[in-house]
């Protein structure tokens, strides 16, 4: 095991480079890993275009990934070298209101590998083992490499405890609408519809699983929802887009004493009909990351085979293009998925 080893870093926004590093060695209570896969996603393509309001520069990115147990700390017997994990990328301070509270997911000092503090885009990475989550066997790299983003999604569900039998719509089918449309589905939901402006990605959400599949920029999102479901309309609304428009769709359609439940992160200050929300006595839920329990349950999921990721994987760059795979992102928004870069290119 060679003493150095290649790290990402965005130097600045659009700009990726690479430095050789001393290999971290693992101190006690943690575990070095090797990194196979580390997946793209949204707010890392934020961070490339300087519109992160939480990133500084320069910053080693990497909050996605799978990857293979090198060596264990000093008091760390849980887990064996060969073996297949992931990391969950919370820095948390376990002492404010919410980490002693169990929901370290909203901790008031909370920071996040790859954006307030250093990412796992490197050949290998030390983490607390406290973070670091066992795969089985039959998961692929790239499948681990996508429970970060199924978390959030599994979480989301959850915060609409009557799931059961439910009857949910979700605006947005980007990975994130089309994952939580199948983790709606796995955890209960008795029928789900998607919408979006998009023909390809509503595809892929009938592809995976969801019952209806509705272009709004076609239909109106209030017609379709009494005809997906009837006049009772929706049990509750997911919007994963996170524009006005579409809390505007979500808040002026739902039925009356329903609940709609905020995935998306706003990237500014939203203008909608709070007056409506409040005559219709709608229950507004929002929904932050994830805790270990969403990662044991979406990588459960996965195994049991109850959601699908292969058909989201939408292309490979190697590690030495990290920059182009951004840049690939960039050129083919509405047909891209999830892009993996591979840090180990090995076979599954």
């Known amino acids: 095991m060679s003493e150095t080893m290649l790290q990402q870093v965005m130097t600045a926004p659009g700009t990726i480079t690479f430095q050789t590093v001393p290999r971290p060695q693992p101190r006690p209570g943690q575990v070095l890993v090797k990194v ?3 997946g793209v996603c949204g707010s890392d393509i934020h961070v490339y275009h300087g519109a992160h309001p939480f990133t500084s520069y320069p910053v080693t990115q990497g909050h996605e ?9 000093e008091g760390v017997d849980q887990f064996t070298v060969g073996q297949k994990v992931t990391i969950e990328p919370q820095v948390c301070c376990g002492k404010c209101y919410p980490c002693t509270h169990g929901k370290y ?3 008031e000092s909370l920071k996040v590998m790859g954006f307030q503090t250093t990412g796992a885009a490197s050949e290998y990475f030390a983490a607390d083992a406290s973070k670091v989550t066992p795969l089985p066997e039959n998961l692929t790299w790239d499948e681990g490499a996508m429970i970060e983003p199924l978390a959030v999604t599994v979480h989301a569900a959850k915060r609409f405890p009557e799931l059961e039998g439910a009857k949910a719509a979700i605006l947005g089918a980007g990975p994130i609408g089309i994952l939580l449309a199948q983790s709606c589905k796995a955890l209960g939901a008795a029928r789900v519809l998607v919408t ?8 892929l959400a009938r592809q995976v699983g969801a019952d209806f599949a509705v272009n709004t920029k076609d239909r109106d999102f209030g017609e379709a929802l009494t005809e997906c479901f009837g006049p009772d309309k929706a049990d509750v609304i997911f919007d994963c887009a996170g524009n006005d428009v579409t809390m505007g769709q979500a808040i002026r ?3 009356k004493g329903s609940a709609i439940v905020l995935v998306a992160v706003f990237s500014k200050p939203a203008s909608v009909d709070l007056a409506v929300l409040n005559d219709h006595e709608l229950d507004l839920n929002t929904s932050m990351m994830y805790r270990h329990e969403d ?3 979406a990588i459960r999921l996965v195994s049991e085979g109850k959601v699908q990721l292969r058909p989201l994987m939408s292309r ?4 030495a293009e990290y920059q182009a795979a951004y840049e690939y992102i960039d050129a ?3 047909t891209t998925m999830k892009v993996l870069i591979d840090v180990d290119p090995c076979d599954e």
């Open 196 to 203: 979006d402006v998009s023909d390809t990605r509503l595809a």
């Open 65 to 73: 990934l799978s990857a293979q147990v090198a060596a264990l700390g």
């Open 332 to 334: 083919n928004r509405e």
């Open 253 to 255: 359609y739902a039925r």
């Open 295 to 297: 990662y044991v349950d």
């Open 36 to 38: 196979k896969r580390i």
């Open 316 to 319: 490979h760059f190697p590690f």
């Open 105 to 107: 997911n909203l901790c």
